[in-house]
């Protein structure tokens, strides 16, 4: 199985000394380079020889996936620009968290915001599939945002587009949040293509993972074994500022220990 971490295209270099097998970017540094910002970018990433997989944080709440600010033209202009880029970065799959953009007004109708997430995944599908890509559906901690926090609501949405090119992120810690049981994600692995790992303090923030995490992670390896997944596992923190190699490097090492 592939490690991989999300960054910022800052740490692309020290993400590969770290250890790790591939980055994902955040899709709204990505989409708001200029043209020149992007191409040095390109060139970067083929210098220091680490496949850029996916992009995280796809969006900012400029581009609302539910609500009254959605609009379909800014959303297939936004994934038209994002899968050309993707395309000529490697990546394979869009993941489509960007929890500030699925919040919602309290009372906002809930069949009219379904409707509209499903019409926002739907464009940005059509816009992916001209470069081959996935796009992926990701349940979202339900302090984080109103639309789809559990996964079998991620399931159902994908099943409701029937795109052959969306499919389904399963993030480990949004499940820990959200009280779901991780055992839950065992009838659903054949849909993944992406799993999303971090550590959870009691503030609910994302740290790197270390062996105070050995337990949640051996279970998780666990399952990920009975339901035969083994593509990639992307570990996902918040904070990557802060001494980044020093964690990196520990969080690399105690991810190797617990999954082949």
């Known amino acids: 199985m592939l490690k991989g971490l999300c960054v910022f295209s ?22 708001a380079m200029s043209d020149e910002s992007f191409e040095k ?42 899968s050309k880029r993707a395309y000529e970065l490697g990546i394979k799959n869009i993941g489509i968290g960007a929890p500030a ?16 997430g499903k019409k926002f995944i739907s464009i940005t599908a059509y816009e992916a599939r001209k470069y081959g890509l996935n796009v992926l559906i990701e349940g979202l901690q339900k302090y984080y945002c109103d639309f789809v926090n559990y996964i079998p609501e991620a399931y159902q949405l994908m099943k409701d587009i029937d795109r052959t090119n969306v499919k389904m992120i399963i993030d480990f810690y949004h499940m820990k ?30 740290p790197f993972v ?32 802060e001494n980044f190699m020093e964690k990196a490097q520990n969080s690399y090492n105690v991810i190797n220990k617990y999954f082949e």
């Open 10 to 31: 800052k740490n692309i270099e020290n993400a590969k000394k770290a250890g790790f097998d591939y980055v994902v970017l955040p899709g709204f540094e990505v989409a």
């Open 41 to 82: 970018l390109v060139k970067e990433v083929k210098e220091i020889d680490i496949p850029v997989l996916g992009y995280n944080s796809y969006c900012k709440d400029d581009l609302p996936i539910v609500g009254d600010g959605f609009n379909e033209e800014k959303t297939a202009s936004y994934a038209a620009l994002l």
């Open 101 to 116: 953009a699925r919040r919602l007004p309290k009372d906002y109708d809930k069949i009219k915001a379904y409707n509209q």
């Open 177 to 206: 949040v959200n009280g779901e049981e991780y055992q839950n994600a065992l009838g659903l692995l054949d849909y993944c293509k992406d799993v999303h790992i971090s550590g959870c303090d009691k503030e609910r923030n994302r």
């Open 210 to 241: 270390d062996e105070t995490d050995a337990e949640d992670l051996k279970l998780i390896s666990s399952i990920l074994k009975k339901g035969g997944y083994n593509l990639t596992l992307t570990l996902e923190p918040d904070n990557t500022d």
